[in-house]
């Protein structure tokens, strides 16, 4: 019989210049002696920051490691033969206290050559926002890299690009290639491919603690830029109670979300993959083999393809971020 259970990791934070305190106020993460909080990294196959498991028999076990061990017992055999021993997601909390860099990031073709990397197609889900908090997704306008060098040579790369009121519950997907931040004021839950990979465009001309800005990637931007303007770049859909509610479909993820104020059960029998839960509302229990393993706000669990069904439980209720690899 396997050893693997529903997994929980020990979070990575990382200090950032525009980061703040919401990641300890709002969502209960003591950072420690760190100034500020940027994000966390909740799930993560990323080389440099590898997850380690939090808790039960596997407890310190790398996410690295558990691939080698149970391969397609862990993610399924479709997304083991594609991926490989390196996890193919990367699941964050982005709490911006101030304006992030307007940024792009390449796909997996450009990834590949020039980093040997994936490429970064990503998700937001808005846990809060403060009043009048905005972020930015694609051009607001038809848009060619030579207008857009213009722009961003005379100093008006703001005005050429679609800015977004934003209120707690929004969602946008953005595909590799779409040039986008995260406005002040601001925390989100990120889903996104393994990579830490990132184009910064603008910013803003801010400079760190000892008087040094920010290395810009401006050329190599120009080739990873998606310069068509879309009609509509904030993800609709219709929040319904105590319903599995589809979000976001990519080749890269399959997002849902689960505002549930009663508990449930899911059958993951026919998914041959992972299933990841980011917990951005409440607390659950998942019950599953006789053990109980609890969730609460601000916290992410993994569960492995070889786990078909679990219970829900909740004694209040709790929204969930539910996400796998179709």
């Known amino acids: 019989m396997s050893a693997l259970y529903p997994l929980k990791f020990k979070t990575i934070f990382k200090d950032k210049i525009w980061g703040g305190q919401k ?16 994000e966390t990294w909740e799930l993560s196959g990323v080389k440099s920051d590898v997850s380690v498991v939090n808790g039960g028999a596997l407890d310190g076990e790398s996410l690295a490691d558990l691939l080698e061990q149970y391969k397609d017992e862990l993610v399924g055999k479709k997304v083991y ?13 982005i709490d911006a206290n101030d304006d992030l860099s307007v940024q792009v990031h390449p796909n997996d073709e450009l990834a590949k050559k020039r980093h040997n990397s994936f490429g970064k197609t990503e998700m937001w ?6 009043p009048g908090s905005t972020l930015i997704a694609g051009f607001k306008q038809e848009m060619t890299e030579e207008k857009y060098v213009n722009a961003l040579n005379s100093g008006h790369i703001m005005d050429i690009l679609n800015k977004e009121n934003v209120t707690a519950g929004d969602v946008f997907f953005l595909p590799a290639g779409r040039v986008h931040t995260i406005g002040k004021g601001l925390l989100i839950a990120e889903i996104q491919q393994t990579s830490d990979i990132t184009y910064r465009i603008y910013d803003f001309d801010r400079v760190d603690d000892k008087g040094n800005k920010r290395e810009l990637h401006t050329q190599e931007a120009l080739a990873a830029i998606d310069y068509k303007h879309y009609p509509e770049y904030k993800t609709l859909y219709q929040p319904e109670k105590d319903e ?4 976001v479909s990519c080749p890269y993820f399959t997002t849902n979300i689960l505002d549930f104020d009663k508990s449930t059960s899911k059958d993951y029998s026919a998914l041959d993959s992972f299933v990841v839960h980011v917990c951005v509302d409440g607390a659950y229990n998942v019950t599953y083999n006789g053990e109980t393993y609890p969730v609460k706000m601000g916290e992410c669990i993994l569960l492995p393809k070889n786990i078909d069904k679990i219970e829900l439980e909740t004694t209040t209720s709790f929204k969930i971020l539910e996400s796998y690899i179709e």
């Open 23 to 38: 990641i300890n106020t709002y969502l209960h993460k003591d950072f420690g002696t760190l100034p500020n909080c940027g």
């Open 81 to 93: 033969d594609h991926f490989g021993n390196i996890f193919p997601l990367l699941i964050k909390f």
């Open 125 to 130: 889900y808005v846990i809060e926002a403060d």
């Open 244 to 247: 599995t509610v589809h979000l």
